[in-house]
């Protein structure tokens, strides 16, 4: 049923005026308040109840909600408050979100109005929402729902407030504060949803790890080697890994004191991690075991980037190939493989020549896979070390490398530490 048509049935329920009903309808279901949800608040405003509906929200602990659950009451404390615009049905719209804990477990929120509210604050929840978000159960709090402060202590066992170190985030998490230095920032264009919108976006590092991140309204204090105190940022993945972001209610502040960071990328064997199913400047040891087919001298579509074969793109069909450069080599250390990708400078390096001089090679020997077929002579069965960020989907392991580079590493100490991971 359209919203029309729960708003008639609805009206005609109340024997009141449809464009009345409606109006109120489509204010409680713009704040995310499910339709049914919506009908039985709407009934009660108006003093009729539904037959199984004796008017109340049911009381629940935390780790009992699930998505099936509407119109339900919380009490729990206040871990973390974070506030971002989104754009909904085609509008801007402030929400605050984050985390609410009880001594059964802790929930995700989300608030479509405003959320005075406190970290460490004891809080009642009344007349709540449950949507099911990243398949957990989320309190959906609306004009409807009522968030009132009470005087109770509970044994939370979570850590409130949003101070984390780099290496503690996850995707998903909200309201965090972070003290960081910038390692790298660049400002870019890109196509936003209010069309031409420039970003800053870069790396961000503590003694714990480096990440990447996208500051969406850039701040002037953020730049290459500040040190800084961000509060009110969010976190997503990207391509696998924790991605930092800033928006406009974040709060940036210049710290006296540097931050000391991470310049050295985290060793790891491949199993570690590809188990993490992600990892963002990692630095991994192994054997080329071959050089993949889609290596070499390669056309890219002028579009999209992809690779092309004999002219065509997936996406847009016959296109004129722009040359390039790349090597997807398999790299085992024992405990695991992960396709290496390197671009076309590193694989200019192991090559020994740019993309002109693979083009004459391929041209004098009427066959453009020369350039592979050189490319692995000189890299398989050799231990290397890579540098790069990985990422796991259902097509496997990627590491896109930054750095490949022959190692010296001490082949009993390697033995050792590989008999030790595999032992674990």
Known sequence: MSIDDHAEELASDLGVDKEEVREKLDNLV??????????????????????DDDGAPTAKDLAELTPDDSNVTVTGTVLTVGKRSIRYQGEDQVIYEGEIADETGVVSYTSWTEFDRQPGETVRIGNAGVREWDGEAELNIGESTTVEPIDASLDV????????SLSEIEPGDRGVNLEIRVLEGERKVIDGRDGETEILSGVLADETARLPFTDWDPHPEIEAGASLRLENTYVREFRGVPSVNVSEFSTVERLADPVAAREEPERLSIREAVGRGGAFDVELVGNVLAVRDGSGLIERCPECGRVIQKGQCRTHGEVDGVDDLRVKAILDDGTDTVTAVLDDELTADVYGGGIEDAKDHARDEMDQTVVADTIRERIVGREYRVRGSLSVDEYGANLDATAFAESDDDPAARADALLAEVGR
Do not use: C, F, H, T
């Open 30 to 51: 713009s704040y995310n308040v499910p339709v049914e949800e919506a009908k039985q608040s709407l009934r009660r405003q108006y003093g009729v109840a539904d037959a």
């Open 157 to 164: 066992d979570r850590r409130i407030g949003g101070d984390a």
